[in-house]
T-cell receptor, first 110, second 114 residues
Framework: DQQVKQNSPSLSVQEGRISILNCDYT??????FLWYKKYPAEGPTFLIS?????DKNEDGRFTVFLNKSAKHLSLHIVPSQPGDSAVYFC?????????FGTGTRLKVLA | NAGVTQTPKFQVLKTGQSMTLQCAQD?????MYWYRQDPGMGLRLIYY???????DKGEVPNGYNVSRLNKREFSLRLESAAPSQTSVYFC?????????????FGPGTRLTVT
């Protein structure tokens, strides 16, 4: 059974500091990972992705790290800003099937 | 360019009633998806359409039907609503069948079944 887990339901970080959001997966068959951000009353929006052929992908303040041996990926936001406060979902996919984690609510404190 | 639009935004149904959730995208995407999101759970795939003319079941298809009306539109139908179908429903689209692309989501429909 393919599962994607986000074990921290919430995280609070001071503005300007680093936010680290974590995600674990069980099935290595699907080899593409994505992070989405979701504000209340809106749909999720794509943030950043990584293929299993890489171990790091960077886009501005956002970096995703993939540790295939540990079946773990993380999203780093540096520096964190109040506008980053949202729910973050990781997802795993390989074809049409996208498996989402349960989300981590990030609160960036001003 | 509106992206992915969904109607209605909110709906209250009584048990046993039927309704159709509408979704349209203007990005010329081949693939479209319907998800539901429940508290404490991630988004779960109900049905998807890899390309115009095809539909397939996702993780939680029971109680739902879909229609890929054309390349732009993908509707979700509840034939006989049940309280367990109270949820927020998201439609999404992505670029191309068989390849991995990020999905673009609509704003959601909040459905309550009493």
């Amino acid at each position: 059974d393919q599962q994607v887990k986000q074990n921290s339901p919430s995280l609070s970080v001071q503005e300007g500091r680093i936010s680290i959001l974590n995600c674990d997966y069980t099935n290595s068959m699907f080899d593409y990972f994505l992070w989405y951000k979701k504000y209340p009353a809106e749909g999720p929006t794509f943030l950043i992705s990584i293929s299993s052929i890489k171990d790091k992908n960077e886009d501005g303040r956002f970096t995703v790290f993939l540790n295939k041996s540990a079946k773990h990926l993380s999203l780093h936001i540096v520096p964190s800003q109040p506008g980053d406060s949202a729910v973050y979902f990781c997802a795993q996919t390989g074809t049409y099937k996208y498996i989402f984690g349960t989300g981590t609510r990030l609160k960036v404190l001003a | 360019n509106a992206g992915v639009t969904q109607t209605p935004k909110f709906q209250v149904l009584k048990t046993g009633q039927s309704m159709t959730l509408q979704c349209a995208q203007d990005m010329n995407h081949n693939s479209m998806y319907w998800y539901r999101q429940d508290p404490g759970m991630g988004l779960r795939l109900i049905y998807y359409s890899a390309s115009e003319g095809t539909t397939d079941k996702g993780e939680v298809p029971n109680g739902y039907n879909v229609s890929r009306l054309n390349k732009r539109e993908f509707s979700l139908r509840l034939e006989s609503a049940a309280p367990s179908q109270t949820s927020v429903y998201f439609c999404a689209s992505s670029e191309s069948a068989g390849l991995v692309y990020e999905q673009y989501f609509g704003p959601g429909t909040r459905l309550t079944v009493t």
